[in-house]
């Protein structure tokens, strides 16, 4: 089982959320109708745990919220909307951007157009751009921009490489593509650990960022009771531990499930997926967030969910393979003896999804709006870079820090920057999750966070 990337291939195989913009970069709305059937409509499972969901295609220019909202039916938000969302600009205003601080973004195949892309949506957006270093980690191939796996993947890397520079205008990035794309079990996972681990080992990086994930109970063994395999995959995690980097993960795009081996149908029980499961990651869950045109919110942020549609949800629930960490002893409450995932949330929702310029073509070529949990770790990452900065030292592991401020909020305490989410559930597809309450849930972990506070108060704990 691949792991979830939603190209046009799949967008037809699976009738997901389809591309349905029919203007050819006219930068006019496809008929919101069309739209908003699509948004709602029942439709077959993406076919693995971790990924990014199409909303819109193909347009000129980006729309404005308030645009989106009357011609689509869902919400869109760029890096303007987003540094007001997360309150950036007191940072920012100090010089907290991210300098001096590098972000790690691991993808296979990557894309070939990065570099131009990343100039086009900082341009747009008002924001200086960023060299961005790619480092091919073995016999990556030729891309092909007729192979669906390629053309997914290099859409993931656009989602990835944009968002962590909307949050972190300062910050390095260094790109790596590995040259076999990841799947369930342990395909495509070693290059990925190997490429980390090497970078780690070299001083490269002070945050990484994971947009992909498998099923625990899809690793070899997992059946019998047996996890070497997947515990086996921990040394680039270990290395980070060991190096003080922070590694994160995206918790998945299906609620509490996941899709079958063959990518047909969802487990009828609660799964989670590793590398979000680890303990030595922070697991990153997803969000919807109502903004209007100048990014302010409308509504207090909820979990992603749709559980009367096929438009995921945001992943979370118990690790099979991971007992419960010392870091969450205080919710021992909520996750039981077990890892409890996500740790923290940031947008994700497809329907308050995100802009993104891609021109690998020929069928991306212009603005396309996306949702998923890919989205929300990558902003994470930005917000990790400025508090590396503000800390003037890398953080490491997070996971200690951040569930002391969590604590903390949940005592009245002022200044933690944690806010909490308590709307909505992670259930999906007729299978029963976790609903957001308050203090920690297995829906989006602590809630999600205020930047200008967060960031100087996680800098102080690491």
């Not at 962590?164 to 996972?189: R, Y």
Request: hydrophobic share 35%; with cysteine.
């Amino acid at each position: 089982m691949r792991r979830t990337t939603l190209s046009r291939a799949t967008t037809s195989a699976l009738g997901t959320l389809a591309l349905l913009a029919t203007t050819a970069l006219t930068g006019a709305a496809p008929a919101s109708a069309a739209f908003s059937a699509a948004l709602g409509s029942p439709a077959r499972p993406l076919p693995a745990a971790v990924g990014h969901r199409l909303v819109a295609g193909e347009y000129a220019s980006p729309l404005t919220p308030s645009q989106c909202q009357a011609q689509l039916q869902s919400l869109c938000y760029g890096a303007t909307q987003l540094e007001q969302a997360y309150n950036e600009h007191p940072l920012f205003d100090r010089g907290i951007n991210g300098a001096g601080r590098t972000i790690v973004i691991v993808d296979s195949y990557g894309s070939p157009t990065i570099q131009h892309d990343l100039d086009v949506y900082s341009k747009q957006f008002g924001i200086p751009s960023t060299n961005v270093q790619v480092v091919k980690w073995g016999s990556v191939p030729t891309f092909d921009p007729t192979d669906s796996d390629m053309t997914g993947w290099a859409e993931e890397t656009t989602i990835d490489v944009d968002m962590a520079h909307a949050m972190a205008p300062g910050a390095k990035i260094v790109l790596v593509e590995t040259g076999v794309s990841e799947n369930e079990g342990t395909t495509g996972l070693p290059e990925m650990m190997d490429a980390e681990q090497s970078l780690i080992d070299k001083g490269v990086g002070d945050v990484v960022s994971q947009s992909f994930g498998a099923t625990e109970s899809t690793f070899p063994g997992f059946d019998k009771g047996d996890y070497s395999s997947l515990l086996n995959l921990r040394y680039a995690f270990k290395d980070a531990a060991a190096h003080g980097v922070t590694v994160l993960a995206s918790s998945g795009d299906n609620g509490v499930t996941d899709s079958e081996s063959d990518g047909s149908t969802l487990y009828p029980y609660p799964v989670t997926s590793w590398p979000p499961s680890d303990p030595l990651v922070t697991a990153v869950g997803g969000t919807s967030v109502h903004l209007d045109d100048q990014g302010e919110r409308q509504s207090p942020d909820t979990v992603w969910d749709s559980p009367a549609t096929d438009d995921g949800a945001s992943g979370g629930g118990k690790s099979k393979v991971f007992n419960r960490p010392s870091f969450q002893l205080g919710v021992a409450g909520v996750v039981g003896g077990s890892r409890g995932v996500p740790d923290i949330s940031m947008v994700g929702d497809p329907k308050t999804g995100v802009w993104t310029y891609n021109s690998f073509g020929p069928q991306d070529n212009g603005w396309e709006l996306w949702g998923g949990t890919s989205v929300a770790c990558p902003v994470f990452s930005g917000v990790v870079a400025l508090a590396d900065q503000y800390a003037g030292h890398r953080l490491g592991n997070l996971n200690s820090g951040l569930y002391a401020l969590g604590g903390l909020q949940q005592l009245g305490a002022p200044g933690t920057g944690i806010t909490d989410v308590t709307g909505g559930s992670n259930t999906y597809n007729g299978v029963p999750g976790f609903p957001a309450t308050k203090g920690y849930d297995l829906a989006t972990g602590w809630g999600t966070v205020n930047a200008a506070q967060f960031v100087p108060a996680i800098a102080a704990l690491g």
